[in-house]
């Protein structure tokens, strides 16, 4: 059975200063991996996807995510946060076949000002 | 591209009655959709992978017989909340997937179900 953590509840950072949300999963077969945001009240919206190829995958709002297969990671980065990135992010794994998500708890991103 | 809606966006309805929740891929064929609940400041839990023309599989420990699902074409599948109780009261999410074999799913805006 696969499974998504994001130790990180809640992570303050100041405005134009970098970040990482972390998401680990476990899997004992090839996997496809999300990051989704949601912000209050909405529905979520595709931030990036590793499905296959190159590892490093880029959002067209400055995030990027790295598929690292040894650490079983796909953190999600941006070197400079505004107060607009401010949301909820999932991360979720899912696997050829059933396309089922499994998503991971979410980490509140707070930007301050 | 891609878009998902669900109508209503919030309702309230009193406990023992029905109510149904429909999502529409505007855009796109989706012969899956999915059914998410969101409890607040949770994560969202899947109850049940709808496929159009067929019965949708639920997730252990969903009633399936108390959250009635129909997937009666290619862009619409409904979520009926039947005799309603206020611990149903919840945000209820869809998403959807392009007919083929795209993986990503892309979700609604949700609907706010609240039970009196």
């Known amino acids: 059975a696969q499974s998504v953590t994001q130790l990180d509840s809640q992570v303050p950072v100041f405005e134009e200063a970098p970040v990482e949300l972390r998401c680990n999963y476990s899997s004992s077969v090839s996997v496809y991996l999300f990051w989704y945001v949601q912000y209050p009240n909405q529905g979520l919206q595709l931030l990036l996807k590793y499905l296959s190829g190159s590892t490093l995958v880029e959002s067209i709002n400055g995030f990027e995510a790295e598929f690292n297969k040894s650490q079983t990671s796909f953190h999600l980065r941006k070197p400079s946060v505004h107060i607009s990135d401010t949301a909820e992010y999932f991360c979720?794994?899912?696997?050829?076949?059933?396309?089922?998500?499994?998503f991971g708890t979410g980490t509140r991103l707070k930007v301050l000002a | 591209g891609a878009v998902v809606s669900q109508h209503p966006s919030r309702v309230i309805c009193k406990s023992g009655t029905s109510v149904k929740i429909e999502c529409r891929s505007l855009d796109f064929q989706a012969t899956t959709m999915f059914w998410y609940r969101q409890f607040p400041k949770q994560s969202l839990m899947l109850m049940a992978t709808?496929?159009?023309?067929?019965?949708?599989?639920?997730e252990q420990g969903v009633e399936k017989d108390k959250f009635l699902i129909n997937h009666a074409s290619l862009t619409l599948s409904t979520l009926t909340v039947t005799s309603a109780h206020p611990e149903d009261s919840s945000f209820y999410i869809c998403?959807?997937?392009?007919?083929?074999?795209?993986?990503?799913?892309?979700f609604g805006p949700g609907t706010r179900l609240t039970v009196t």
């Open positions: 709808s496929n159009e023309g067929s019965k949708a599989t639920y």
């Open positions: 979720a794994v899912s696997t050829s076949g059933t396309y089922k998500y499994i």
């Open positions: 998403s959807a997937r392009v007919t083929g074999l795209a993986v990503e799913q892309y």
